[in-house]
Nanobody, 126 residues
């Protein structure tokens, strides 16, 4: 079983930056692709960014391209999401998730994803 622990959320002004961390532990965790999702009040959970198990393939939602960067450090068992130029519409609870396959994460197949971490709140004030 894989466990995920998200951290790094907070309150920031528009234009600011935050870095989220997802600590990934458990047997075989290096074999899992990792994704970041977010869910704003009254909205469905959506995929933000994903990274393959080896770190060589990444995906970004159009809404965050050019502003967010995902990076995987398998030596530290951690996946980072650097968020720059934050906007009020980025406000949401952010979750990290793990799946053996990259596609379910990329396609945001929320109900089919293997493991989820708890969320971390990101609030961007205008």
């Amino acid at each position: 079983e894989v466990q995920l622990q998200a951290s790094g959320g907070g309150l920031v002004q528009a234009g600011g930056s935050l870095r989220l961390s997802c600590a990934v532990t458990g047997f075989g965790s290096d074999d899992y692709a990792i994704g970041w999702f977010r869910q704003a009040p009254g909205k469905e959970r959506e995929v933000v960014s994903c990274v393959s198990s080896g770190g060589g393939t990444t995906y970004y939602a159009d809404s965050v391209k050019g502003r967010f960067t995902i990076r995987r450090d398998n030596a530290k068992n951690t996946v980072f999401l650097q968020m720059n130029s934050l906007k009020p519409e980025d406000t949401a609870v952010y979750y990290c998730a793990a799946d053996r396959d990259f596609d379910p994460l990329v396609h945001g197949l929320v109900y089919g994803i293997d493991y989820w971490g708890q969320g971390t709140q990101v609030t961007v004030s205008s």
